[in-house]
């Protein structure tokens, strides 16, 4: 227990690196989620071709492998630079990387709640004279979206355990880090383990029961 | 019919053509519409009239053939078509009158979003026209909220909102319980008197009495024959139209 309050102070800047890496992943995974879905159903077949391969290499790549790619491929290979000073720019990097990957499920998950939308709602939208452009932003998604809010706070919270791994794009200052390194200097600490998982949890947790609530409260009745 | 001054027909089909795989829905159909005329097109179920109703603003793509509204064939995509859907009404079977949306809001997305109407100016016409169809008290409520009458009576403002030349109902009373069939019928009555064209997909022969100017019976994906009402209902001239009307007429 002494180490855990030794270490907690230190432990908590970790862990609110931890919930700065998912505000950032949530905001931008859920636009580029969107813009991806809007291409696999869209009628041009480049770009659903294009959101497809997008999905099904990036959903089936695991994070540690996409976030290396962000920190050695896109930054030091190709010099995509987000910041001269090392560790915000680490930050960001794992911050693109964790969206970038999230984006594919949060697009998978609209992309189910765009099939619980009648094909007469499409249909009727379009005799309005809508675009396709319209009726998806106005009628079709936002549909869509209330369908799948549920799915999308798993989505979240498999987001937020994600950034555990930030240390795999070049990142050492989350809370999972901190803990190995506290675990290098007096070895393995049951309450130090115990004390970040109920962080985690007093995120994830009231994310779990609010999007379920708000799922409930938002469901389009048909 | 209406004279109105303008001799081209609003809508021209012309040797029109679809299949669904191998069936043949639409064989080699020729049809006018002429301005302010009220078509009815009947019919056994799969005979394809809902098809060449939903051909004309291209909710159905055809194979060959053409299709002319208001002297401009048919645009394929993108905006024209566009524009073109927003000159054409669309009654559905199903309402489908947008869910997450209200009434009030349901007229006036078309005017506001593909017009550019004002948002004053649309609510205000969308509460005449509500009116009009018997659905103001309602207009704050959402579609689920309405029977299936005044759904799709919400569907028909929706439509007017648009100030459309034509309006196309595709079968507009099949899915409703039968004493809500009156009211939507008499709204679609009101406005043949008023001088919309329109055509009408359905099996109300009691409207085609009372409304059409011309009926046309469509079996097998052909138009079998084009009659007045009255003529069509005491004197068919094709066996396949009368074998139909005597099932349908004798209960």
Known sequence: MEDLIRYAPDL?????ENIKLSIVGAITSLI???????????PTPVLRAAGTIYVNVVRNTPLTLVLAFSALGLSDQLGLVFSSVPSVNSFWIVAMGLSAYTAAFVCEALRSGINTVPLGQAEAARAIGLTFMQSLRMIILPQAFRAVIAPLGSVMIAMIKNTTVAVAGGYAFDSA???KEAFDQVGASIPIFLGIVVAF??????????TGWLAKRLAVVR | ?????????????ENVNKHFGALHVLKNINLTVSRGEVLVVIGPSGGGKSTLCRAINRLETIDDGKIIFDGQVLPAEGKALARLRSEVGMVFQSFNLFAHKTIRENVTLGPTKVRGVAKDAAGKRAMELLERVGIAAQADKYPA??????????????????????????EPTSALDPEMVQEVLDVMVGLARDGMTMMVVTHEMGFARRAAHRVVFMADGQIVEENTPDEFFTNAQTDRARDFLSKILTH
């Open chain 1, 12 to 16: 908590a800047l970790g862990f609110l």
């Open chain 1, 32 to 42: 580029l989620g969107t813009v991806l879905v809007a291409m696999r159903v869209s």
């Open chain 1, 177 to 179: 880090n901190k803990m």
């Open chain 1, 201 to 210: 949890m007093c995120v994830t947790l009231p994310i779990g029961y609010f």
């Open chain 2, 1 to 13: 019919m209406t004279e109105n001054g303008d001799a081209t027909p609003l809508v021209q089909l």
């Open chain 2, 145 to 170: 909220q309405l029977s299936g009458g005044q759904q799709q009576r919400v569907a028909i403002a929706r439509a007017l909102a648009m100030d459309p030349k034509m309006i196309l109902f595709d």
